[in-house]
């Protein structure tokens, strides 16, 4: 979905004025529109130092000077930050890293918050992993989700037990 020629030309601040990276973005963005329950979306590769990542482009930045509450929390702090290309994450998992390898999902915290993380290889022509494709939605999504997944398992545990207990009376009665 990415191509390898827009990834290669976004590489730092002042490429936020490219065609390629406004392609990258209204590309994250339909990946978000498509999945309602996503919350970021973004491209990383391998900085020079190999236990850190760069970021390339991000779903909300495609003006990064703006303040945005991006969390929709209704204020704006560090967890609403935007990236910039070549902007350096810092708070970088081991196992990012990893994704160039296999796509994965993990449970991670940072200065944005605890998401369910999806991380996948973007590769180019010739199946080289050039970059790292992130996908992450609020943990507290999952908690609800599953919830709602056990909530009638739930009522059916309640009324089984209300059946036995009412059984076990109407034996012992007669």
Do not use: C
């Not at 339909?30 to 590769?45: E, F, G, L, P």
Request: hydrophobic share 45%; proline share 5%; charged share 25%.
């Amino acid at each position: 979905q990415f191509s390898a020629e827009d990834i290669d030309a976004v590489r730092t601040p002042e490429d936020i004025h490219k065609a390629e990276y406004a392609k990258l973005i209204a590309e994250l963005n339909t990946i978000r529109k498509n999945n309602s329950d996503i919350q970021y979306v973004y491209i990383m590769r391998k900085a020079n130092d190999p236990a850190k990542m760069i970021f390339i482009a991000d779903a909300d930045s495609l003006d990064p000077y703006i303040k945005k509450d991006t969390n929709n929390d209704g204020v704006i702090t560090s967890a609403d930050a935007l990236n910039f290309p070549g902007e350096i994450y810092n708070d970088r998992p081991p196992f990012i890293s990893n994704a160039l390898e296999k796509p994965f999902a993990v449970t991670a915290t940072d200065q944005w918050g605890t998401f369910i993380s999806g991380h996948a290889p973007v590769l180019n022509e010739d199946g080289d992993a050039i970059a790292v494709l992130g996908i992450d939605m609020f943990a507290s999504k999952l908690n609800a989700y599953t919830a709602d997944t056990f909530k009638s398992l739930y009522y059916f545990i309640a009324f089984f037990f209300l059946f036995v207990i009412i059984r076990f009376y109407a034996l012992n009665k007669s």
